[in-house]
């Protein structure tokens, strides 16, 4: 990734760090057709102090980084719990809100040109209420059911917990489906030459919710869930 500072230009800080754009919407700085300017001049055309908004990027930098340099195969099954609800279910939590509207806008404004688009935008609703009750289902219900079940492998707690680990695979293979869908109507994520900053900006973070939920669904299926079927 390429080192940030003051004189990297706007367009260039949202291709290198996606969620940034983020930042620059809540600031009002164009990273999209204006975006072509050094942060510093950005962040003094709507009189911003530009230390403070580097300083800003460089938090979500770290916060990317923090997420990306765990190793959790060898985590014990708490902590294994607590990194998949740290890393995965919190970003999904904070990314498919701030996701939306930009997939809204862009299906919105480009649509019409290009209607694969709407069925980008279809997916993704689907995949975002699925992907939010599938967690917190975890979190509420079956995460402290496997944990309970992997301290104490009781037949009463193994027959309870069954049935979820089938369901919650199947629930990770339909995610699959609609993220495979995604990368194919849309060129593996590839937009047209000609497309707006936040067209890029769209696809660059599908690519990244793909990426995260694929791991995400791996430590789930062939790690904690692994260790559960070891048990029963």
Do not use: W
Not at 28 to 51: F, V
């Amino acid at each position: 990734m390429i080192q940030l500072t003051l004189d990297t230009q706007v367009s260039d800080i949202v291709t290198a760090l996606p969620q940034s754009a983020d930042l620059f919407r809540n600031l009002r700085i164009d990273y999209c057709c204006g975006g072509k300017i050094a942060l510093k001049e950005a962040a003094e055309q709507r009189e911003l102090n530009p230390e403070e908004v580097l300083k800003k990027i460089h938090a979500i930098e770290a916060k990317r980084e923090t997420r990306n340099s765990l190793e959790p195969s060898s985590f014990g099954s708490k902590t294994l719990v607590a990194h998949i609800q740290e890393k995965y279910h919190a970003n999904l939590c904070e990314e498919l809100p701030m996701l939306a509207p930009y997939i809204t806008k862009v299906a919105r404004v480009h649509g019409e040109n290009h209607p694969h688009l709407l069925r980008v935008q279809e997916i993704f609703k689907t995949l975002r209420a699925e992907l939010i009750e599938h967690t917190e289902d975890e979190d509420k219900n079956v995460f402290p059911l496997l944990l309970e079940f992997l301290e104490n492998p009781t037949s009463e707690l193994k027959e309870r917990v069954k049935p979820h680990v089938f369901e919650l695979e199947e629930e990770h293979d339909n995610a699959g489906r609609l993220l495979h869908e995604l990368r194919e109507i849309t060129d593996n994520f590839t937009p047209p030459e000609t497309a707006c900053g936040t067209y890029r900006l769209v696809y660059a973070r599908l690519e990244q919710l793909e990426k995260e939920t694929f791991e995400h669904v791996h430590l789930e299926n062939n790690v904690l869930f692994d260790r559960v079927r070891e048990l029963i």
